[in-house]
């Protein structure tokens, strides 16, 4: 069906796709003064600069409050010093870039990435229109998984730690350790970043206002996962959150759910005999960039870009992805799931039932259970050597790699 969809292996007119939804989405944000997120994102490192609390309100620059690290301010440094219509208009461009890049490194044919960013095209387009930092978050996951790899811990530990320092959720990378055929380099090189990357926004601010403010980030993150809980919050869009509100029960808590997630995960990375198959570690990143989302009490609609590219790796990476069941995923997670907190479903449905119980998660929750049956009971051996001979999968570095393809 791949061929018959005659994709090409020229990325160029996804990339045009992508970098128009994110200029379309600039320009409506921009001239209708609706770019509060980006307000708050150009503020870390305003604040920082002036040592003020990041995580305190400022109802006079912007609503609502950051709940990113310390950290972040070097990254929205260049564009919070710029003017802001050109420093959001970059930060959109930016957040575009980097995912489509990352997505170019997977160990999967041309026509197979191809196809994954047209599929996660409306949760690309759900994410900028929120002005959100999710897409380099996805891509911070998948370079450390490229560069573990390529056998460089140094640098596939760095997108690990300096992401857990920006938003957490890049820190479930740390799974990738049991991959590693260097794992004292691993910790080693997971020590010296986690320095470096408390100690590099001193250089703007001072060291014991950073200090101070990863502490208050704690504060930030606890006060927060209080408030997402709700059966009409637009977050816990998780496990957890669809047993709440199904069940109308917020007392549900949220550690027996997060053990199954962190047991399922850890069991699969412990399957050694399975290591030296691909198509098992890549199946691993997949469930990691669902994972995150999945349960977490902050997934709200912006966030479903992490998790769909783990979707649809694990879909593309397969002989036959459009078989009926894979189908079936595929309609659900990419258009259905994409559009559920969009004006595409009406509201007299979208508000009563798609929202108020969470079904953009269920397609989901589906999805990484057969995912998780699959890494913990399946031998790859086999699967492998068929991807390989359908020219589907290739060793990182081979010359299908995608940058070489599409120049």
Not at 132 to 161: D, G
Not at 259 to 265: E, K, R
Not at 308 to 314: E, F, H, K, S
Not at 326 to 355: C, E, H, M, Q
Request: hydrophobic residues 50%; charged residues 10%; glycine residues 4%.
């Amino acid at each position: 069906m791949i061929k018959r969809l005659n994709l090409t292996n020229s990325y160029k007119p996804i990339v045009f796709l992508w970098l128009a939804v994110s200029i379309f989405c600039w320009q409506y944000k921009y001239f209708n003064n609706r770019y509060n997120n980006y307000s708050i994102f150009a503020g870390v490192y305003h604040h920082t600069v002036a040592q003020t609390n990041l995580y305190a309100p400022y109802p006079a620059e912007y609503y609502d409050t950051n709940h990113y690290g310390p950290f972040f301010s070097l990254v929205v440094a260049p564009f919070a010093v710029l003017p802001t219509g050109l420093g959001f208009f970059l930060w959109n461009l930016m957040n575009a870039g980097v995912l489509i890049w990352a997505v170019t490194l997977l160990p999967l044919a041309n026509k197979r990435k191809i196809l994954l960013l047209l599929l996660c095209s409306i949760e690309f387009a759900n994410t900028q229109h929120s002005i959100q930092f999710n897409p380099v978050i996805a891509a911070f996951l998948i370079f450390s998984f490229y560069f573990l790899e390529k056998k460089r811990e140094e640098w596939a530990t760095l997108f690990i730690v300096i992401g857990a320092l920006i938003k957490l959720y890049p820190i479930i990378g740390l799974a990738f350790f049991m991959f590693s055929k260097r794992k004292a380099a691993f910790a080693l090189w997971c020590v010296i970043w986690a320095i470096v990357g408390v100690c590099l926004p001193m250089l703007i601010s001072s060291p014991h206002f950073i200090l101070q403010s990863h502490l208050d980030w704690y504060h930030s993150l606890s006060d927060k996962n209080l408030v997402n809980i709700g059966l009409n919050s637009a977050q816990d869009l998780s496990v957890m959150g669809v047993v709440r509100r199904i069940t109308s029960n917020l007392t549900i808590p949220n550690i027996p759910f997060l053990a199954v997630g962190a047991i399922t995960l850890g069991l699969a990375v412990l399957r050694v005999k399975q290591f030296s198959y691909q198509s098992f570690r890549l199946q691993v990143l997949a469930l990691c960039l669902m994972v995150v989302v999945l349960f977490s009490t902050g997934s709200e609609p912006p966030t479903y870009i992490i998790a769909i590219i783990g979707a649809m790796i694990y879909l593309l990476a397969q002989q036959s992805p459009f078989s009926k069941g894979n189908l079936a995923f595929i309609i659900l997670i990419a258009l259905l799931a994409g559009l559920a907190s969009t004006d595409a479903i009406p509201a007299f449905i979208r508000k009563p039932y798609v929202s108020r119980y969470a079904m953009k998660v269920w397609p989901y929750i589906a999805l990484w259970a057969k995912m998780v049956y699959e890494l913990l009971m399946s031998d790859f051996g086999n699967k492998e050597k068929q991807l390989k001979a359908a020219n589907i999968l290739h060793p990182i570095g081979t010359p299908e790699q995608p940058l070489q393809a599409a120049s």
